[in-house]
């Protein structure tokens, strides 16, 4: 379980240094994946139809509406992709992991 998933995310919060985002990725599914400019995670989800993809996509609403951090989402047939990234920060924060690390627990991972 994900050190992360007790955690809330804060409205005031700062851009993780290049060591911090190393050592909190190791923290979350390791199928999350660093965008090349270090500002965002992503993961694709995949399911085995389109019911089963959008009751994800309305569970990671919930987690982002609690959360008040709100990912960019790419929803497909059977697939979403989320992509977190802190806006205020332009880059990553915190709250990118705490969200990742629920909504892996969403899924039991």
């Known amino acids: 379980m994900s050190i992360f998933r007790d955690k809330h995310c804060e409205a005031k919060t700062s851009l993780l240094t290049e060591n911090d985002i190393n050592s909190h990725l ?3 599914s390791s199928e999350w994946q660093l ?3 270090s500002k965002s995670i992503s ?3 995949k399911f085995k139809n389109y019911f089963d993809t959008m009751a994800f ?3 990671v609403a919930m987690v982002a509406h609690q959360q ?3 990912p960019e989402m790419t929803v497909t047939y059977n697939t979403c992709r989320v992509e977190f990234s802190t806006h205020s920060v ?3 924060s915190m709250n990118d992991f705490i969200c990742a690390a629920k909504v892996d627990g969403t899924l039991n991972i």
Do not use: P, Q, Y
Request: glycine share 6%; net charge negative; charged share 35%.
């Open 68 to 70: 008040d951090h709100h």
């Open 26 to 28: 190791k923290e979350i």
């Open 57 to 59: 996509v309305n569970v």
């Open 35 to 37: 965008a090349s400019d």
């Open 90 to 92: 332009d880059g990553l």
């Open 43 to 45: 993961r694709t989800f």
